[in-house]
């Protein structure tokens, strides 16, 4: 989706429960080698799985924010 922000999983926070998975109504999100994996071609961003997740492990960020942080690059001047 594109509105300038997407749904950002944080694994150090994450319990590997999988509730995410099955609570995500357009099948966006799976759970592969310990890692929940994010198709953000399905996600429309509703935040179903943000509101589920019993860790807070799942955020919708903005976009900018979030290639930076998966990049390692930090956006403070
Ligand atoms: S925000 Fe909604 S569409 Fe996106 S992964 Fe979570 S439950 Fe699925
Ligand atoms: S619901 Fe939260 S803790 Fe459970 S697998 Fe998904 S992100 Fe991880």
């Known amino acids: 989706m ?3 922000r997407r749904l950002h999983w944080y694994g150090d926070r994450c319990i590997r429960c ?3 998975v ?3 109504p357009f ?3 799976t759970l592969e080698d ?4 994010i198709d953000h071609d399905k996600c429309t961003l509703c ?3 943000v509101k589920g997740c ?3 492990a799942l955020a919708i960020r903005p976009q900018l924010e979030e290639i930076a ?3 390692g690059v930090s956006l403070e001047a």
Not at 34 to 37: L, P, R, S
């Open 27 to 29: 099948d966006a999100l």
């Open 18 to 20: 999988g509730l995410c």
């Open 47 to 49: 935040g179903l799985c």
């Open 34 to 37: 310990g890692m929940i994996k």
């Open 54 to 56: 019993p860790v807070a």
């Open 22 to 24: 099955g609570i995500c």
């Open 69 to 71: 942080r998966e990049r």
């Open 2 to 4: 594109e509105d300038g």
